[in-house]
């Protein structure tokens, strides 16, 4: 146990070692980033998605148990290995092997996370959002050299000045908080909160256009209360001591959450294609699923380490003031958008001279 307070009462140990333990599970996005490379993304990603979770999970799971097998449960610490296990049963063939399989396996992990970032950085880059010196691709390689130094750097540096404990923990909160903000943009994608006109057809009229309410306004109020709700839920849980009060409270929240999610679902029509009508965004169970992973991701989060939560804090602070300082500026939407608004200024003014 963890702590005195909330679901630490019972399950710290457990809770807190899950949401650690989220660190196992950062490579996964390397496959949505290779999508590029694949022949038909549309089936091969969910397979190696699922495919590679499923592997992790099963090794991770076969680890431990191979330690709890080695060890006495009693006798295991917080720095306690396969190694170390190994060791302590005095078998030294297996300690190497394990040892060599180590080694080669940060390795190919180091590559992996570098590679992943570096595309994500480069697309990043792509859109204006980021300094457009992480998009330069060197003319023979083909590679996007400043990129890879950059990225390379500051990995180096993260693994020299923390220490395991507290890296893995910040890895941990960024693969949650990564998680938190996916499955939110998942709702944000998959509803149509558009501005403008949409086309309606019946016997009478053939092609109609009729204007839009203004959708973009009552989705944000709904989304932002249950955001809210959310997050004074997934402390409640995480925190503070079980009571009938506090579990009064904790169900009016989730029903206050649910209606939010039920009221997005009724209230704002799914995103569509326009040519087909087909669903531009296909997820399922939208938005009650993606409410759900909000909601336990919050729970893992909180139980993390506050001096890691509060570092991790400090660097998303640092990207939203490059956003805010350059990217808002400089990126292809607001580029977008500048050129539209010249070509309409432009045609207004044409059509004024016409008039005069």
Not at 21 to 47: I, M, Q, W, Y
Not at 58 to 81: D, K, M, R
Not at 294 to 322: M, S, T
Request: glycine residues 10%; neutral net charge; charged residues 15%.
């Amino acid at each position: 146990s963890t702590g005195s307070s909330g679901i630490n009462a019972e399950y710290g140990g457990i809770i807190t070692g899950a949401g650690t333990a989220f660190f196992a599970f950062v490579g996964l996005e390397s496959v949505v980033t290779l999508a590029e490379e694949a022949v038909n993304p549309k089936r091969d990603l969910p397979r190696a998605t699922c495919g590679a979770f499923v592997i992790v999970l099963l090794l991770y799971v076969l680890t431990a148990f191979s330690i709890a097998y080695f060890q006495p449960w009693y006798e295991l610490g917080g720095n306690t290995g396969l190694i170390g296990s190994l060791q302590k049963r005095g078998l030294p063939i297996p300690q190497y092997i394990v040892t060599a399989g180590l080694i080669f396996t940060v390795f190919s992990c180091g590559l992996c996370t570098l590679t992943t970032v570096v595309r994500v950085l480069y697309s990043i880059a792509e859109d204006g959002l980021i300094f457009s010196f992480l998009r330069t691709v060197n003319k023979v390689t083909q590679i996007p050299v400043w990129n890879v130094i950059v990225c390379s750097v500051v990995g180096v540096l993260g693994s020299i000045i923390y220490d395991f404990d507290t890296l893995s923990h910040m890895i941990s909160g960024g693969t949650l908080s990564v998680f938190v903000i996916t499955a939110l943009a998942v709702i944000m994608l998959s509803f149509d909160v558009s501005e403008g006109y949409e086309s309606i057809t019946t016997e009478e009229t053939p092609l109609t256009a009729q204007p839009r309410s203004d959708r973009r306004a009552l989705f944000g109020i709904i989304l932002s209360i249950f955001m809210v709700a959310t997050i004074i839920l997934a402390a409640l849980i995480a925190f503070v001591p079980f009571t009938t009060t506090v579990i009064v409270f904790e169900v009016l929240l989730g029903v206050v959450g649910l209606a939010c999610l039920v009221l997005i679902r009724l209230k704002i029509p799914l995103k569509r294609d326009e040519t087909d009508g087909s669903l531009s965004f296909v997820s399922p169970g939208k938005p009650f699923v993606q409410g759900l992973s909000i909601l336990v991701n919050l729970v893992l989060l909180f139980h993390l380490e506050v001096k890691a939560l509060l570092q991790l804090a400090i660097y998303c602070g640092v990207g939203l003031v490059i956003y805010f300082g350059y990217g808002i500026f400089f990126s292809k939407v607001t580029e977008g958008k500048q050129k539209a608004l010249k070509k309409e200024t432009s045609t207004l003014g044409s059509q004024e001279s016409i008039a005069d």
